[in-house]
């Protein structure tokens, strides 16, 4: 399970910072879809994260 977890939050943190990158180089500020897309990846990176901690106190 661990492994499926890393994997996805590579994938989401990839996401974010694709459009992180996007916000830079358009200029300006980013839309208001952009910047929701942006928070809503950084709560599921966080919930990835929180769970990923959980499994492995469960462990230890």
């Known amino acids: ?29 980013p839309t208001d879809g952009a910047l929701r897309k942006i928070s809503d990846l950084e709560n599921a990176i966080m919930a990835v994260e929180h769970m990923m901690e959980d499994l492995g106190n469960a462990k230890g």
Request: aromatic residues 0%; positive net charge; charged residues 25%.
């Open 1 to 29: 399970m661990n492994k499926k977890l890393t994997a996805l939050r590579a994938r989401l943190v990839e996401a974010q910072q694709k459009l992180i990158s996007q916000a830079v180089d358009a200029g300006g500020l």
